[in-house]
T-cell receptor, first 113, second 112 residues
């Protein structure tokens, strides 16, 4: 799976949009971009995924650049409960790695009042 | 609200003892995963099953770890004998699609 690069930490003011970047310059055409988050002492939680097009669900939006070398996860109105470590993962469904989501170090997002 | 459940939530044991962790996947999910999380190594995949058959356990130390799915509602991860370096949080996850996994609350294991 392609390696992803994320900033180790970010701050965001409560109520503002949180924009979390991810670089995946070696991503292959078959690899999706997945985002998970892990709130302290809990299991990781799936947020969203996409291949080429931008995606939106009730939790977040995912913006993928046209060349697919980078993406941004957007939490439109961050709350204190969004404080967590956010993982960006490049993953090929049905590929040789099968179910192997490779969680890196992620970005620790701190939402401040 | 369907959730993955894991028992026990916390386990403290002495080196050399057997440890069994249990997971109840979400009903109907056909894929079950076991992960281990430590500060040093982060989150690592140990093993996973599809339709109760083991597909990959390459991340698991074979000499002391074993994973099974005796039925569709139960997955187990066993460590025998346990060692202090096995201290970690062990997560179970289930799902349909490989990428969208639903994680349980984890078992925090401490081996003294």
């Amino acid at each position: 799976d392609a390696k992803t690069t994320q900033p180790p930490s970010m701050d965001c003011a409560e109520g503002r949009a949180a924009n979390l970047p991810c670089n995946h310059s070696t991503i292959s055409g078959n690899e999706y971009v997945y985002w998970y988050r892990q709130i302290h002492s809990q299991g990781p939680q799936y947020i969203i995924h996409g291949l080429k097009n931008n995606e939106t669900n009730e939790m977040a939006s995912l913006i993928i650049t046209e060349d697919r070398k980078s993406s941004t996860l957007i939490l439109p109105h961050a709350t204190l409960r969004d404080t967590a470590v956010y993982y960006c993962i490049a993953f090929e469904m049905g590929g040789g790695s099968q179910g192997n989501l490779i969680f890196g170090k992620g970005t620790k997002l701190s939402v401040k009042p | 609200d369907a959730r993955v459940t894991q028992t026990p939530r916390h386990k403290v044991t002495e080196m050399g003892q057997e440890v069994t962790m249990r997971c109840q996947p979400i009903l109907g999910h056909n894929t079950v995963f076991w992960y281990r999380q430590t500060m040093m190594q982060g989150l690592e995949l140990l093993a996973y099953f599809r339709n109760r058959a083991p597909l990959d356990d390459s991340g698991m130390p074979k000499d002391r770890f074993s994973a099974e799915m005796p039925d569709a509602t139960l997955a187990t991860l066993k460590i025998q004998p346990s060692e202090p370096r096995d201290s970690a949080v062990y997560f179970c996850a289930s799902g349909f699609l490989e990428g969208e996994q639903f994680f349980g609350p984890g078992t925090r294991l401490t081996v003294l």
